[in-house]
């Protein structure tokens, strides 16, 4: 069935893309390059201090998943070649899922979820969520 295919191939691109987003610095890295707009791999570093080869590897998997881009700066007369990062339209829309989580959690805090259950004995239970039981004389 094409719809059942299509359906699914977009299922894994949603399950690979809240991977990716919710892996360890890549909401940094994304959120930096979205306010900076292009840096370089060293600018990147500044602003996490986290071992190289970390921040390269999440930069190349990044990149592989379409979320940024990569271009390679000769320096120096081919003596010295840079990589500058840039966030892709993708890119810049993913970055909106993490104001659209930031959202629903402020409403999460917000609400409270409360049902009174009146008449159990002499009592009133008022629950709240699993962690938060009140018992009203």
Do not use: W
């Not at 990569?70 to 339209?89: A, G, H, P």
């Not at 829309?93 to 930031?102: N, R, S």
Request: aromatic letters at 8%; charged letters at 25%; a positive charge.
């Amino acid at each position: 069935n094409k719809y059942t295919k299509n359906h699914n191939f977009k299922k894994k691109v949603y399950v690979m893309l809240l991977k990716i987003l919710g892996k360890k610095h890549v909401r940094e890295i994304l959120l930096l390059l979205n306010t900076h707009g292009e840096l370089y791999f060293s600018q990147i570093h500044e602003y996490m201090p986290t071992h190289t080869s970390v921040l390269g590897r999440t930069l190349s998997e990044l990149v592989k998943s379409g979320l940024i881009t990569k271009r390679k700066e000769i320096v120096d007369n081919l003596s010295f070649v840079r990589s500058c990062y840039t966030l892709t339209d993708f890119g810049k829309k993913a970055v909106k899922l993490y104001g659209y989580a930031e959202q629903l959690e402020k409403e999460l805090e917000e609400k409270t979820y409360s049902t009174t259950i009146n008449n159990v004995g002499d009592n009133n239970i008022i629950i709240g969520n699993s962690n938060n039981v009140h018992i009203k004389k």
